[in-house]
């Protein structure tokens, strides 16, 4: 099992001691299930089963204690342990271990309760299988011991095994027959059993990847479906959920009888077909080649000619699946789709029995149909079957297992086809039509699905479509009556068909899909282009409604809609002006969209519409002459719209800089001063969205903005608080801003807002504005006052993670002062803040580690944290991929060392942890190499431990990053960052308290760079600098060393030091230079 593990399974990458995790490919699929199915026989063994192993194999689970209630179980506070101990060290062989409140460990000493494990998992069990065997890389070693490790070269293990048990079979012999070694020999018969059969699955699983990889050398159709088919599934706009922006093939729709969609002339070369896909992660799409041989990139589309491909490759690599050229061109592509669950495949008997039960349940439910003829009608009888029909499908759906890479089978591809014929004669004309006035290619850009849910939904509208007509409302066919109207009418049926349209209810999606199907959103565009002013206002009230629906956006922007309302801006009329700006805030929710809108001067007309008149005279809403009132709410509706739709656009990074160079921000800020609420929300949820940019920031600060954010967080509608206090939380990264919201009393309804614990989006923006304002010491001053430490230690449980994140970022700032640890600690945030260790989110794992690094600063606080045993979280996060959270980290285990009562022994019980935190030292990032130095002088401080982190090679990395000269670092940041230099100096110091350190530091370099670092204006650095070469030039070829690199001024210089320290470090080290010198002047004239 080892070597297939090793060789045969397929890994994500490792980095900085963190192991990787299995891939979600078809062959790790059929290597668990093989795994799975052996554990299963062996634990049911009598023998094998019951053998203890070396050690217990651990891992997180997604269990529950409930799973493991009854006999050979017993509750142990939060913890399960079996009944059944270890005769070696009286351990239980099973325990569930509480580790947080929902996140629980097992370990298991046996194959006995390692297969109850699995059967309690039920259908997780891949799952759970999957979780050990990450945790547990070679699993051999732990069953067996280390003797049976997996190693690269030949394997002897088991023949030197053999003559071990033979040899003491002899032994046994020759000495008494009183029998007492022979329970120990019956012991390795069982291991040795165990480990031949380990061998023949090793085998087996190797003949299984050998086997499944030669069958995928070459593609076919069928396998290139499949692909694309579960793919279109994972596609959306959604960065966190969806792999891919869109994905689906180009060219020709004619797919051939052997299942190609390529030219026959292509074919002859070994195209299978062409597809469009882009990812989240790159702005041009990606145009591949599905060949027999496999997949590569083309050139892509040819200018001059439409739906025509350049079929030259840009490269040369050709890759074996889809996944695997994805994964190769996009990082975010790769990180999303190895978060992908793994699907249990279900034994073909299971299948068998399943679907022999349902022929038995269908036959039955024919003759109760027959028996009831007399008494229903044909129809009722017909939808009766139907429904029973569906049902049957739907079951059966759930039963069979969910393979997602798995090719699809002719049979799914034939019923595919059968039901893309099945669409409507009206349907392929509409899409016709949408093909050829769309102003891009569709197969480039059709389908920037909001999320997987509504793909979901579009798939499931074709299908009713596709249902007999009867299932139908009779309001489908009355709106495609009046769409007709429309198309053949003259002027005035145009507007009474318009009129009679608005009658229905355009938020049900039915008649929003009916005006679509029939070709009425063709109409409805075509319509803006005429000179009847009631027709275009008519028909934008209708896209207005109807645009909320996600298809419909997508198919008015494949029309060329937001082009015509682009233009309709320009009107005189304003009341055209507000329904267009109003839909185009509806169709601008995806990028296509709002890149479309920008590039045909959207942008200039909307933010023209913010140029309100009233606001332009500065007079209150309730100012105007009564004769002006009517103009007046116009002015203040076109401004309002216009707003709304800037709003939309304002998602895209370009449009925000258009907007800004159009003049939107003093538009914007004049309007901000409005008191009608309608008016606010637009603006202000704009002006947060631009806040993300460093120019709108300075000119919200600037234009006197903040003051009337500040009061409108003291309105009472919870909308206008949420935008507000996210503007503030974005606004409030300068320290000039964090002032302005001080002083016109912003901190008082920050805190007032976290009452509100049903709004999960306004306590998210409350609380991250609190945590960016909580930087200021003088605002940190005014929570207190408020108590906002209390009520954010409240929020630590049962809350999201967007406001868990800014709840422990505001808390981690509190905590530096001494009064504010306190009090976190008193109100019970610390068991919480330590708990939260354990989690995933890479922003919460930053903020966290430094709350729980503040609080470890206090003694009394250090004791919970150790009790907890949070000091061995933190460490554990040294291993995440993430740089920050590895930085954040090790600054936090610095006061945890520093105030721990036995910090040496503590930091040894943590097993590979100190080879763990020397090897970030190869860090490529200076945040972790600072803060990794500085935990290691902490370290250094313990006799022991500084001899086991000087056996694991910590001289030579630190002697290596004092030259800067390194050619793995892109940039020379070394020589100007004070911060690692510091904290590199003072671990220099700490570690030449050891052997031959002293000489070791002067025999790879690192003394004549250190003399360097005096030169800095940071007095911190010149303080470790002192006591770094103090220690060194305790060796005197270092002193030899330090004089020719001219240590002897500077250090003369910091002699006058008022900083005690850095006297004492100074003077210590000139005078063992002068004493060397002094040596050498006696021995030249003795």
């Known amino acids: 099992m080892g070597q297939a593990l090793q060789r045969a399974a397929q890994w994500t990458s490792a980095k900085d001691g963190c192991g ?52 050979g179980f017993t509750d142990s506070g939060d913890d399960v342990v079996s009944d059944k101990k270890s005769p070696k060290d009286d351990q239980p062989l099973f325990l569930m271990h509480k580790l947080t409140k929902d996140t629980y460990e097992i370990s298991v000493q046996t194959l006995g309760y390692g297969e109850q494990v699995l059967r309690a998992a039920g259908d997780k069990k891949i799952v759970e299988l999957r979780s050990c065997l990450e945790a547990n890389r070679d699993p051999v070693v732990f069953l067996l011991g280390e003797r049976f490790a997996t190693v690269d070269t030949d394997d002897n293990s088991i023949f030197r095994y053999i003559e071990e048990i033979t040899k003491e079979i002899e032994q046994n012999a020759k000495q008494s027959a009183d029998g007492s070694n022979s329970a120990e020999i019956e012991e390795k018969k069982i291991v040795l059993r165990l480990r031949l059969k380990l061998l023949r699955l090793d085998e087996q699983l190797m003949n299984l990847s050998i086997q499944k990889m030669s069958s995928e050398v070459r593609l076919s159709p069928a396998t290139v479906d499949g692909e694309v088919s579960i793919l279109q599934q994972l596609s959306g706009d959604d960065e966190e959920r969806c792999v891919v922006e869109y994905i689906d093939y180009y060219g020709e729709t004619f797919v051939s009888q052997n299942g190609c969609r390529a030219q026959p002339w292509r074919q002859l070369h070994g195209d299978i077909c062409y597809l469009c896909v882009r990812v989240h992660d790159n702005d041009n799409p990606l145009y591949i080649t599905a060949n027999t041989s496999g997949y590569y990139l083309n050139n892509g589309p040819v200018n001059e000619k439409a739906n025509q491909l350049d079929y030259g490759r840009p490269d040369s690599n050709t890759y074996r699946d889809l996944v695997s050229l994805l994964k190769s061109k996009s990082a975010k592509f790769s990180e999303l789709i190895d978060k992908q669950e793994f699907a249990l495949k279900v034994e073909q008997n299971d299948k068998k029995k399943i679907e022999m039960s349902e022929k038995r349940d269908h036959d039955e439910s024919e003759q109760k149909h027959s028996n009831d003829h007399h008494t229903r009608n044909e129809k009722d009888q017909q939808m009766e079957k139907d429904k029973n029909q569906k049902n049957r499908t739907q079951n059966k759906k759930k039963l069979e297992p969910s393979l997602k890479w798995k090719a699809l089978d002719m049979e799914e591809n034939t019923l595919q086809k059968e039901q893309d014929t099945s669409v409507t004669k009206t349907e392929k004309k ?34 009713r479509r596709a249902e007999a007509n009867a299932d139908l409302p009779s309001e489908y066919w009355q709106i495609q009556k009046l769409v007709k109207y429309l198309k053949g009418g003259n002027q005035t049926a145009t507007i009474i068909a318009l009129c009679s349209l608005r009658d229905f209810n355009l938020a049900l999606e039915t008649c929003q899909l009916a005006i679509r199907d029939v070709g009425g959103l063709e109409v409805l565009i075509n319509l803006l282009d005429t000179e009847e002013v009631k027709c275009k206002i008519g028909a934008l009230k209708i896209l207005k409604e109807i645009s909320c629906n ?19 801006l320009r009107d005189s009329n304003k009341e055209l002006k507000c329904l267009a700006a109003e839909t185009i805030a509806n169709v601008a929710k995806f990028r296509r969209a709002r890149r479309t809108v920008r590039q045909h001067g959207g942008i200039k007309r909307l933010v023209s519409l913010l140029d309100c008149a009233q606001m332009r005279n ?34 895209s990074k370009k449009n925000k800089e258009a907007m800004r160079k159009a003049g939107s921000i003093p538009l914007l800020a004049k309007l901000l001063k409005s008191t009608n609420e309608d008016m606010l929300i637009p603006v202000v949820g704009t002006l947060q969205e631009c806040a993300s940019e460093p120019s709108y920031r300075l000119a919200i600060r600037t234009e006197g903005m903040i003051e009337d954010l500040v009061q409108n967080l003291k309105s009472s509608n919870q909308e206008l608080q949420m935008h507000c206090a996210s503007a503030i939380f974005k606004c409030a990264e300068e320290k000039e801003t964090r002032d302005l919201v001080r002083k016109f009393g912003g901190l008082d309804p920050l805190v007032s807002l976290l009452t509100n614990v049903e709004n999960k989006e306004l306590l998210a923006a409350a609380t991250g504005a609190i945590w960016k304002c909580a930087i200021s010491p003088e605002n940190v001053q005014r929570f207190e006052e408020l108590k906002a430490i209390d009520q954010l230690v409240t929020l630590l449980n049962n809350q999201p993670e967007e406001v868990l994140v800014n709840v422990v970022g505001a808390l981690g700032e509190l905590a530096k002062a001494t009064p504010n640890r306190m009090q976190i600690r008193k109100s019970g945030g610390i068991p919480y803040l330590v708990n939260l260790l354990t989690g995933t989110n890479q922003a919460l794992l930053v903020n966290v580690t430094r709350a729980v690094g503040k609080c470890a600063e206090e003694p009394d606080n250090m004791l919970i944290i150790d009790k907890l045993d949070g000091v061995r979280l933190l460490w554990s996060l040294l ?23 036995d910090a040496g022994e503590m930091v040894r019980s943590f097993v590979g942890g100190l080879e763990l935190i020397v090897s970030l030292l190869k860090s490529d990032d200076k945040e972790v190499l600072a803060s990794v130095c500085a935990a290691i002088a902490n370290i250094a401080k313990d006799e022991e431990n500084l001899a086991v982190i000087t056996d694991h090679g910590v001289v030579p990395m630190l002697a290596n990053l004092t030259n800067t000269r390194l050619s793995r670092f892109k940039r020379n940041w070394l020589i100007t960052d004070d911060k690692l230099r510091r904290h590199l100096a003072e671990a220099i110091a700490r570690c030449c308290n050891w052997g031959n350190n002293r000489t070791a530091f002067g025999r790879e370099g690192a003394v004549a760079p ?28 270092n002193c030899i060393t330090m004089h020719e690199a001219g240590v002897v001024q500077p250090l003369m210089k910091m002699v006058g030091s008022p900083d005690e320290d850095l006297q004492e470090a100074a003077a210590g080290c000139i005078g063992n230079i002068r004493r060397l010198a002094l040596a050498n002047e006696r021995a030249k004239y003795a």
Request: aromatic share 6%.
């Open 20 to 71: 990787g995790k299995l891939e979600f490919t078809p062959i790790n699929e059929d290597l668990l299930n093989s795994i799975l199915k052996f554990v299963e026989t062996v634990g049911k063994s009598p023998e094998e089963s019951q053998l203890v192993f070396k050690n217990p194999l651990r891992w997180h689970t997604s269990l529950n204690p409930s799973q493991f209630q009854g006999a």
């Open 618 to 651: 500065n007079k209150p809403d309730s100012a105007q002459v009564p004769a002006d009132k009517p103009d007046t709410e116009k002015d203040v509706e076109v401004a309002r719209c216009g707003a709304l739709a800037l709003w939309s656009c304002s998602k």
């Open 879 to 901: 291993k995440n991929q993430n740089t920050d959270v590895q930085a954040s980290a090790a600054w936090a285990i610095c006061p945890c060392i520093e105030n721990a009562k």
């Open 550 to 568: 996600s298809q419909i956006r997508r198919a008015i922007a494949d029309l060329g809609g937001l082009q015509t309302m682009v233009k309709i």
């Open 1010 to 1037: 250190l003399v360097k670092y005096l030169k800095s204006s940071d007095e911190n650095v010149h303080r470790s600098t002192a006591r770094a070469l103090f220690q060194l030039s305790k060796n005197p070829e």
């Open 430 to 463: 509409s899409k016709t039509v949408q093909r050829l006035k769309s102003k891009t290619p569709i197969d480039a850009e059709d389908s920037f699905s909001e999320s997987d849910t509504e793909s979901e939904e579009e798939e499931e509208a074709v299908e």
